[in-house]
């Protein structure tokens, strides 16, 4: 932008400001002479009301500041915080050099030394209550609510362990090695003592998630990178806040009463707080879940209730001293996928630009109000030895605490940790407000050196924020490490990938174990039997595994350029123009399976808002071949391709157990699937049959016995065992495929004989001659399978003449496989 | 004996004693002919591969060219390619060329389950038939024959309308296979 518009708003800024201290210093005054005033008079009460009995005359016009102070300072402060912000962004050259949070400190330092040249004092500080009970709330909301829950989870390990090990390592030592050093005399002389020394190590310890938002999302490192650091910096809390509390306590105790008991109630405590919090959080995400299903009828204000809720588990946790971080962030992650799935649209989608809005402001005026707390004479305190030991401990134990666990974690990982995502990672750890806020909450009559403390604190925070912010981004390019690729993921990679996914399902499956995958498949299980019925609405239960935000992102995008070419040439006009140009908007809430994609997993970061949302969708674009040839083709190849790839087992695994099937949409594929293999697998048996090879012979007997539970080949086989060894082996579909979609059940039982050698047994064994009936002897052409309650085709293939074609009921007992030879 | 087999597998990829174990007892109990062997019916008799797009494809990578029967050996071999890649390999004998689980093997165990002919080049027809496999009935031929066009356009540098094993190790660099081809039991 010209020079000339960026120098107006600083000036509009530097006036709003000047206007802010003149009005504020005004109000100083007069408020102090109202005082006197009144202290002389001798009467109280009266000194915030101006309307004291001495006007003469009707007045048109009266100032009253005093009415509005409070609300116009609070709202001229976040107006001006913004603005910094806007100047952050519109100045490009300085953008893409500095990170936006140090140019942020920087306006806060500018506007600082501002309000204290006209004060003489600061008089507008980051007050710790406010920073925690009304900026930061919403920021943790956010990241919460947005977060890759499946990349969340799956490093949750990895995350807990970085958290806690991790943070508690940084207390003990930057604490146990500043008392060290404060003994051997580097710091002159203080009045403070071990207990406090590790308390500062705690406050200090703790990375923060704010500073880690605003760096790490301007600089894209890969997703597992990020998950770590950020996860951790939100787990963190947990360790952060019963730390602080035990060693406050300590403190206050003084060190004499501290034995073993109160060592065991301070660990214990841990366990209280960070699982209390937790707990509140899931409960207010219950709760909000179950509200937005029954508020359809106000869909206006229905997005409302999220920031309510969400803002009361805040304040609950911490009125219950548990962690509130904590309970936010899980609000937040458990709350995500019943509320998007409940809500309408247009509210899913006001919920999340109001999210943004709010994290982001909050995040700015943090920020700001970083850089204008600096500038208080009051609280600096320079001690030397003190703090550059500090920073120099911070830095070092972190790196030492990353690396080391890092080290043990790789060897429980399938791909492990590169060296160069270890260094990010423990660059990574910054400070932020969080603990400046800690530090100002300190009190000064048990913690002599506060402001020392302030100070140390305020430095690391500008240490990390300003001067790790602006090398991250250098220190990413010059490792080389993975970055995020931002371009979608060509056809190729993606047909691969659901290749690999159904490789490795079946890898999984033959050689019997489940891997990582048991729990999270019994997990998905329970989730989709007992806790969608109760947190979703019917609607969206129904729907959801219709719902896929690709394909409803992918035909929004689709229709998106499709007006945009047609703007182009003019108007929808030319669709008309083209023969066979069908163009369908209907309201299609159906399709067979979507490959779910980490893309859409990928939203981290304030300023990364997906222009769509994840419900159901409303429009499906079916236009037509020809006029996608005109058009951008690759989006239609690769719509096809989400629509109607067959999502692997990995991903409907949880619908699938050993025992049942659940129910589910993706019955149809199945179907398909299973008809498709067992085709093939008859005719190659039939070609097979035509070759050299001695004939194989199947037959199928379907089970109509609802109350039949799948029989594992393996069971079924070591009851019956021929003498002569002949591959009697059954296929057995599970049973109860479409149980919760009413009477139909449908169960298939293949049973094949396996000739090895062609002179063989005739007579079949006992259990067969009982179900002869049903087994024909003899087989038949293959018929295409059919899917149906009452068939009982049996698919046989002809070996000798064929005699007789089963064609009755089929048993009514659950009888198991048999095998007949010829 | 196990320790012959055990021995012979070690000589493929460093996999631990307990997991052999197990893996040997799945052998087992998949084998009811109880010949040492297994036989596609065997395969076929674990349910979950009849409702995976590419079982029997899978299946078949099990068998040597030509064979009916994969022993042990054969079927440790095939599952080896799933280990998780490892760096400091403790036999890593140069004689013996890569390790089975490197990430040109894994590439070259899902190259070959698309390449049925084994000439080495994904022809648009078997990439057809596998599009065709792995996706659903409401998609016409056409369409997926669009794909498949769309797909090798993408890999095909020497402009041969099919696959060869180099492009398509080319065109994947960027997918994490080490990750998506492992199974981390395994280890």
């Not at chain 1, 002389?40 to 000194?47: A, L, P, R």
């Not at chain 1, 939100?234 to 406050?248: A, S």
């Not at chain 1, 943004?356 to 320079?382: P, Q, R, Y």
């Not at chain 1, 993706?666 to 498709?676: A, G, H, L, T």
Request: glycine share 6%; with cysteine; charged share 20%.
């Amino acid at each position: 932008m010209a020079p000339y518009s960026q120098l107006s708003f600083l000036l509009t800024v530097l006036l709003i400001f000047g206007a802010l201290c003149v009005t504020s210093k005004v109000q100083i005054q007069s408020s102090s002479e109202r005082q006197s005033a009144s202290s002389n008079t001798g009467s109280t009460g009266e000194s915030t009301s101006n309307s004291s009995a001495s006007i003469t005359t009707v007045p048109i016009v009266t100032w009253k500041w005093h009415h509005v102070e409070t609300p116009y300072l609070v709202a001229l402060w976040i107006l001006v915080c913004w603005l910094c912000k806007l100047m952050a962004q519109l100045n490009s050259k300085l953008k893409s050099f500095f990170p936006e949070s140090a140019l942020l400190i920087i306006s806060g330092f500018i506007l600082g030394g501002i309000v204290w040249g006209a004060d003489k004092a600061q008089t507008f500080k980051l007050v710790p209550r406010n920073f925690f009970y009304f900026l930061l709330p919403q920021i943790i909301l956010d990241t919460g609510y947005f977060m890759p829950n499946k990349l969340f989870f799956s490093n949750l390990g990895a995350i807990l362990v970085h958290a806690v090990i991790g943070t508690c390592w940084n207390a003990a030592a930057v604490g146990i090695s500043l008392w060290g050093c404060y003994l051997g005399g580097a710091m002159g002389n203080l009045q403070i003592g071990l207990l406090q020394f590790l308390l500062f190590g705690s406050l200090l310890a703790a990375v923060d998630p704010v500073a880690v938002i605003a760096v790490f999302e301007e600089v894209h490192v890969n997703e597992v990178l990020f998950i770590w650091v950020f996860g951790e910096s939100l787990l963190n809390d947990g360790v952060t806040v019963v730390l602080y509390n035990v060693f406050d306590a300590f403190v206050s105790l003084g060190g004499e009463k501290i034995n073993a008991g109160e060592i065991i109630k301070g660990i214990v405590s841990f366990f209280v707080v960070a699982f209390g919090g937790s707990l509140i959080g899931v409960v207010f995400a219950i709760l909000i879940s179950l509200l937005t299903k029954y508020t359809g009828k106000v869909q206006i204000i229905e997005a409302g209730f999220i920031f309510v809720l969400g803002y009361l588990s805040y304040l609950t946790a911490e009125m219950l001293s548990l962690s509130a971080i904590l309970s936010v962030t899980f609000c937040g992650v458990c709350c995500q996928k019943y509320v998007n799935a409940n809500m309408d649209e247009k509210s899913v989608t006001a919920v999340r630009y109001a999210m943004k809005v709010f994290a982001n402001g909050s995040e700015t005026m943090i920020f700001v109000f970083l850089g204008v707390t600096a500038i208080d004479t009051d609280i600096w305190v320079w001690n030397t030895g003190f703090i550059l030991l500090t920073l120099l401990f911070v830095l070092v134990y972190r790196f030492m605490g990353v690396f080391f666990l890092t080290w043990i974690l790789n060897r429980y990982r399938l791909v492990p940790i590169e060296l160069i995502d270890q260094i990010v990672m423990s660059f990574g750890g910054l400070r932020g407000a969080v603990a400046y806020g800690l530090a100002a909450s300190l009190d000064e009559t048990r913690i002599k050196e506060k402001n020392l403390m302030i100070t140390t604190t305020l430095i690391v925070v500008y240490f990390t924020v300003i001067l790790q912010g602006l090398t991250m981004k250098p220190l990413v390019k010059w490792l080389k490490v993975k970055r995020v690729s931002p371009t979608e993921l060509k056809l190729i990679e993606k047909v691969n990938n659901r290749a690999f996914e159904h490789i490795l399902a079946a890898m999984e499956d033959i050689s019997g174990r489940i891997g990582d995958n048991w729990w999270t498949r019994g997990w998905k299980r329970f989730e989709d039997t007992y806790i969608t019925w109760f947190l979703m609405k019917p609607e969206a239960r129904k729907n959801r595994d219709y719902l896929f935000s690709i394909f409803h992102k992918l035909n929004l995008e689709d229709a998106i350029n499709y007006v945009t070419e047609a703007e182009k040439r003019g108007s929808l006009a030319f669709l008309n123009q083209t023969d066979g140009t069908i163009v369908n908007f209907e309201k299609k809430l159906r399709f067979s399976g979507v490959m779910p994609d980490i893309m859409s997993e990928l939203d981290f970061g304030n300023n990364n808002v997906q222009p769509t949302s994840d419900t159901v969708p409303s429009v499906s674009l079916n236009i037509h071949e020809h006029e996608m040839k005109r058009m951008n083709e690759d989006f239609n190849a690769h719509h096809l391709l989400q629509q109607h790839l067959y999502r692997s087992r990995k991903n409907h695994r949880h619908k699938y157990s050993r025992s049942n099937f659940s129910i589910n949409q993706s019955e149809d594929e199945v179907q398909e699937i299973f008809q498709r293999t067992m085709r093939s697998r008859l005719e190659s048996f039939k070609s097979a049959k035509m070759g050299v090879t001695p004939a194989k012979k199947i037959t199928k007997h379907p089970k109509k016995d609802p109350n039949h539970k799948m029989s594992n080949g393996k069971t079924t086989d070591k009851s019956k065992k021929h003498p002569y060894g002949d591959e009697d082996f059954e296929f057995s579909e599970a049973d109860s495929a479409y149980s919760g979609d009413g009477p139909r059940r449908f169960k298939l039982t293949l049973s094949v004989a396996g000739v090895e050698n062609p002179a063989f047994i005739v007579a079949p064994s006992q259990g067969a001659q009982r179900y002869l009936p049903w087994s024909p002897r003899n087989l038949h052409r293959l018929a295409p399978l059919r899917i149906s309650d009452r068939s009982t085709d049996s698919f046989l293939m002809a070996d000798a003449p064929a005699t007789e074609e089963s064609s009755e009921e089929s048993p009514q007992q659950p009888s198991q496989r048999d095998g007949t030879h010829m | 004996g196990t320790y012959g087999i055990a021995q012979t597998v070690r000589e493929l990829s460093v996999i631990s004693h307990s997991q052999i174990t197990r893996l040997y007892s799945r052998f087992h109990s998949l084998d009811k002919g109880e010949n040492g062997a297994l036989s596609r019916e065997d395969f076929q008799r674990i349910p979950e591969l009849a409702i995976n797009p590419l079982g029997d494809r899978i299946i078949n990578a099990f068998f040597p060219e030509g064979e009916d029967q994969v022993n042990f050996r054969g079927f440790m071999r095939t599952l080896a390619h799933f280990r998780p890649v490892e760096d400091n390999e403790k036999n890593k004998d140069p004689n013996s060329g890569e390790p089975l689980n490197s990430r040109n093997n894994k590439l070259l165990f899902a190259f070959r389950l698309y390449d049925l002919d084994r000439d080495d080049k994904i022809s648009r027809d078997e990439l057809l038939q596998v599009l065709r496999m792995m996706v659903g009935v409401n998609i016409s031929d056409e369409q997926l024959g669009s794909i498949a066009d769309r797909t090798i356009q993408e890999a095909d540098t020497n402009g041969d309308m099919s696959i060869s094993f180099s492009e398509f190790i080319k065109v994947l660099e960027k997918v994490d296979v080490e990750q998506k081809m492992s199974i981390r039991f395994l280890h």
